[in-house]
């Protein structure tokens, strides 16, 4: 009965077994003959996408992408007229993916872009500008490349110019060159990581309350501070200099920067006859420092303030810190907070060159620094909140 | 005799026992590929050649194949063809390949061809078996076609993808969209109900046995006979649990 029952069921699985062997053998001739056909055309297929942004390209070979190429770059391929990489970056939306062909002399040939999720209408209608064989990136090099932006469409043209330039640097790369494709933001981290001898540490910019002569900037970390001095990066820790090939001179001013930044104690004003003579609506804090200076945190009416009200129910200002000197000048300002359309206003807050620009400036010159076209609003919000910011030095001060 | 016995199984698929428009079997590719005449014709030639391929194979197969395993070994079977035609086409004509997407590979769970090799293929001779598969596909090829034509020379106003002049300016998008399939299915199959009706129409309740995969287990001649014993039973049971509870 036994045998039987082993019998009945080993047919059925020898069976089945039989013809899965025959069937995967007869699979496996198939294969032979039509897979190389196959990888031919999906050869010419990927080529023929190549060819669309380097139309002289010939014999298209995938390069094997290291650590030293740009993050951005996904994919690249040399070819005997030149290079196509395939840059991924992130503009309005992440999955911005551009191929780029560059040519033999380390120029742009053509651009395309292969993936985009950018829902707005009009950051997707600069495509047709930059995209092709004859768009505004044509011919430019790693060299002197200008990014082609649009306001209004900032994040799009942006991280387009960045997928370029990547492009441009991995060809750099891939020729042979030792291009350094670090962000501006991460050289500057390097730089003060080594000049406190740290790694992977993040400085972030002192505001300055205090006046500091010969020192351009200030970087704090849980470590120490970095004196930018000209072009040398200066490392102070506990009261020392770090490094031994830093200038006598260098290395006395860092230290004299030093000494007046651990003096310097602000003391928050909370007088309450001076504090209820201020506007309420403007002002939000002030602090005083021994040296007699002031730092004052004041709200400016930007975008977020007077815009459409459909886009800005909630009606937020932008808050600036501005600290002035006791001659009534700025010593520095900052963004504590804002709510500004992103990719205008939001950018030109986070631009260094229009905050940097209000330094040194007095209550009759701070409004002549010029904002940006399509960032008005959020320009004078800024100047609005400088404006209040000195309204409150004045009566702090006692009028003077 | 035998010629005409012959002629008829060829023949039965195209109108009498016509896949889509009778038998409704292979909805989905039929929804999906009729939106040009181009892809309509590619898939009613694949699944054709796989049709023959594998009602020959399965009928050469039938005595050996135990009747236990008989369904993954028919999948097996199909599979196989479905995907030398895949490679095939992938070598040779990379463009159809692309077109018909996945409702290539999907063929290998077309119930016509399925449905056929258990229904025709595994009961009859090689010969017979081949011809039904001819039949069959042809009968798919050509509901396909029919259907393709309406959807894309009224919706896209073009014919295998040469732009149709006057119908261009005039067409009806919507027929190349999903509503517009079935709208044209339905259509399509009430002309050919209209058609067989004046031949005494199709016996449907035969093949809803026959295409069963329990018909061999179940002793009903139709699925209404049981249908009206299943209600029967159910509510015999439910007095008896009325009485039950009421005591």
């Known amino acids: ?264 104690v602000l003391t928050k004003i909370t007088d309450p006859d001076l504090i209820g003579a ?76 229009f905050i940097d620009s209000f330094d040194n400036k007095t209550k009759e010159d701070y409004s002549t620094v010029e904002g940006s076209s399509g960032a008005t609003m959020t320009a004078n919000g800024y100047k609005d909140a400088i404006a209040a910011a000195f309204a409150a030095y004045e009566l702090l001060t006692g009028g003077n | 005799m035998t010629n005409n016995k012959k002629l008829a199984i060829l023949l039965r698929g195209i109108i009498q026992d016509n896949p889509v428009l009778i038998l409704i079997l292979g909805t989905c590719p039929t929804l999906a590929t009729t939106t040009s005449v181009i892809s309509a014709l590619s898939m009613g030639i694949a699944a054709t050649l796989v049709l023959v391929c594998s009602n020959v194979v399965i009928s050469a197969l039938r005595k050996i194949i135990p009747d236990t395993v008989r369904i993954p070994c028919y999948i097996v079977i199909i599979a196989v063809f479905v995907t030398v035609v895949q490679m095939l086409l992938q070598a040779f004509l990379p463009s159809i390949y692309d077109m018909l997407g996945v409702y290539l590979a999907l063929i290998v769970v077309n119930c016509i061809i399925l449905g056929r090799a258990e229904m025709f293929a595994r009961k009859n001779t090689v010969l017979d078996s081949a011809l039904d598969g001819v039949g069959m596909g042809i009968g798919f090829l050509v509901a396909l076609v029919a259907m393709a034509t309406v959807r894309e020379v009224i919706g896209n106003g073009s014919f295998a993808g040469f732009e149709i002049p006057f119908l261009a300016s005039f067409k009806i998008p919507v027929l190349t969209q999903a509503p517009g399939g079935f709208l044209v299915y339905g259509l399509v199959i009430a002309l050919m109900n209209k058609i067989t009706e004046k031949r005494g129409g199709v016996k449907r309740k035969s093949f809803s046995c026959e295409g069963c995969p329990s018909s061999h287990i179940c002793n009903k001649t139709s699925c209404s006979e049981m249908l009206e014993l299943t209600m029967v039973e159910s509510e015999n049971t439910e007095t008896k649990e009325v009485e039950e509870n009421g005591n």
């Not at chain 1, 002289?56 to 951005?72: H, M, V």
Request: aromatic share 8%; hydrophobic share 40%.
């Open chain 1, 1 to 264: 009965m036994k045998l039987e029952n082993i019998k009945s069921n080993m047919k059925p699985t020898i069976v089945l077994g039989v013809i899965c062997l025959v069937s995967a053998l007869l699979l496996a001739l198939v294969n032979v003959i039509t897979g190389p056909i196959i990888a031919a055309n999906q050869n010419a297929a990927a080529n023929e996408a190549l060819l669309e942004v380097l139309p002289d390209g010939k014999n298209f070979e995938e390069i094997e992408l290291g650590d030293k190429y740009p993050k951005a770059i996904t994919k690249g391929y040399k070819a005997d007229g030149g290079y196509v990489f395939q840059a991924t970056v992130t503009g309005k939306s992440s999955g911005l993916v551009i191929m780029c062909g560059i040519n033999s002399d380390g120029k742009v040939v053509g651009t395309k872009v292969i993936a985009e999720q950018e829902t707005d209408s009009y950051d997707v209608n600069v495509f047709p500008y930059v995209e092709g064989l004859d768009g505004e990136y044509k011919d430019q090099t790693l060299e002197g490349f200008t990014p082609y932006l649009v306001s209004g469409a900032t994040l799009t043209s942006a991280a387009y110019s960045e997928a370029i330039k990547a492009s441009l640097q991995a060809a750099a790369i891939a020729g042979g060159a030792d291009v350094d494709t670090r962000t501006p933001e991460q050289i500057l981290q390097d730089s003060c990581n080594e000049a406190l001898g740290t790694t992977g540490l993040s400085f972030t910019k002192w505001f300055r309350v205090e006046v500091i002569e010969g020192v351009d900037a200030v970087y704090e970390s849980t470590e120490g501070r970095v004196y930018v001095i000209g072009e040398a990066f200066v490392g102070v820790k506990a009261g020392s200099v770090v490094g031994t090939d830093i200038s006598a001179e260098d290395s006395a001013a860092a230290l004299a920067a030093d000494g007046i930044i651990e003096a310097s």
């Open chain 1, 278 to 353: 201020l506007d309420e609506k403007k002002f939000v804090e002030a602090y005083s420092s021994a040296s007699g200076n002031y730092v004052i945190v004041t709200n400016g009416d930007g975008y977020g303030m007077k815009g459409p009200s459909k886009y800005y129910p909630s009606r937020k200002p932008i808050v600036v810190k501005v600290s002035i000197d006791s001659n009534g000048r700025i010593i520095d300002t900052m963004v504590v907070s804002e709510h500004e359309t992103a990719d205008i206003g939001g950018l030109l807050l986070n631009n260094s060159e």
